[in-house]
């Protein structure tokens, strides 16, 4: 990551930041030529520095981090792994390592940026 991602990581409790940095290595691993941004609380992956060519954001909080998914309103989700109510977002909340094992987060988030390509 960057130091930008760090300092924000660095103000949550260590299960959540380390959780943060699971969250963003397995976005690297499937975008690896993302641009990482901080904004606010919150990290984004994306194809520049502006809303517009974001993929994902992840948001650390004090129990869980939010992944959110660009797009994800049209995506089909029949885990059910998608919250949310926006027309065009959703976001899934990562609480333990082994949520980002599943196979249906990973292919939502494959989908996600195969729409950008």
């Known amino acids: 990551m960057n130091d930008d991602v760090e300092r924000l990581l660095a103000a949550h409790e260590p299960q959540v930041a380390e959780l943060a940095r699971s969250v963003c290595a397995l976005a690297m691993q499937l975008y690896p030529d993302a641009v990482v941004t901080v904004d ?3 990290i984004g992956f994306g194809s520049g520095t502006g ?4 993929a994902f954001v992840v948001a650390p909080h004090s129990k869980h981090v939010t992944l959110g998914l660009y797009g994800g309103a049209d995506l089909p989700d029949s885990a ?3 919250e949310g109510t926006g027309k065009k ?14 196979p249906e987060l990973r292919e939502l988030m494959t989908a996600v940026l195969q729409r950008q390509h």
């Open 89 to 102: 977002h959703r976001h899934i909340k990562v609480r333990q390592p082994s949520d980002l094992e599943r």
């Open 51 to 54: 809303y517009k060519g974001l």
């Open 40 to 42: 606010g609380g919150d």
């Open 80 to 82: 059910g792994l998608m």
